[in-house]
Antibody
Framework: EVQLVQSGAEVRKSGESLKISCKSS????????IGWVRQMPGKGLEWMGM????????RYSPSLQGQVTISVDKSISTAYLHWSSLKASDTAMYYCARRYSSAWGYWGQGTPVTVSS | QSALTQPPSVSGSPGQSVTITCTGTSSDIGTNNRVSWYQQSPNTAPKLILYEVGNRPSDVPDRFSGSKSGNTASLTISGLQAEDEADYYC???????????FGGGTKLTVL
């Protein structure tokens, strides 16, 4: 069974760094893209970027490029989303997802991130 | 690139059919069949219900169907059930990224 399990809720202050995780199981981690989606409070879904674990090829949404870094640790089948300096506007729910054909068919449960100013 | 355009809300009674549209441009929906739809119930992660316009994952009932014409994709839910009440999002590849872009979302209310 394919499962994506995300790390727990985070509360940080503006300017702090943060790395959240998405641990995969039940399939060959190396050969499926993993994506990250942001959902701000009461708003819709927005792509942040995606990564191919096999060669760590990472691609970012043009509107968010430079604000976050996506990485993987293949040894533990885990993808990461990293901020070096959080802003209050980063407050949101973050989901990871895995490719299913050309779509995204397997989702993590979400990680809520709260950033206070 | 701007989000795809969806109606903010639609509604229907149990047993009826509803259609949710998703309008893009010749740079996204109009240029490929990589259109997918997601259902999100309150406080839960999105769930894939259609991919490549009209294909259903095995766990999605055939009450859900999809189509595309020009720059507009559509999701039709027939035989509405109370459990279908949720937010629905479309997504399409674009000619510049396979990440795709989402629609703004449509809230379905089952009356």
């Amino acid at each position: 069974e394919v499962q994506l399990v995300q790390s727990g809720a985070e509360v940080r202050k503006s300017g702090e760094s943060l790395k959240i995780s998405c641990k995969s199981s039940g399939y060959n981690f190396n050969i499926y893209w993993i994506g990250w989606v942001r959902q701000m409070p009461g708003k819709g879904l927005e792509w942040m970027g995606m990564i191919y674990p096999g060669d760590s090829d990472a691609r970012y949404s043009p509107s968010l490029q430079g604000q976050v870094t996506i990485s993987v640790d293949k040894s533990i089948s885990t993808a990461y989303l990293h901020w070096s300096s959080l802003k209050a506007s980063d407050t949101a729910m973050y989901y990871c997802a895995r490719r299913y054909s050309s779509a995204w068919g397997y989702w993590g449960q979400g990680t809520p991130v709260t950033v206070s100013s | 690139q701007s989000a795809l355009t969806q109606p903010p809300s639609v509604s229907g009674s149990p047993g009826q059919s509803v259609t949710i549209t998703c309008t893009g441009t010749s740079s996204d929906i109009g240029t490929n069949n990589r259109v997918s739809w997601y259902q999100q119930s309150p406080n839960t992660a999105p769930k894939l219900i259609l991919y490549e316009v009209g294909n259903r994952p095995s766990d999605v009932p055939d009450r859900f169907s999809g189509s595309k014409s020009g720059n507009t994709a559509s999701l039709t839910i027939s035989g509405l059930q109370a459990e279908d009440e949720a937010d629905y999002y479309c997504n399409s590849y674009t000619n510049s990224t396979t990440l795709g872009i989402f629609g703004g979302g449509t809230k379905l209310t089952v009356l």
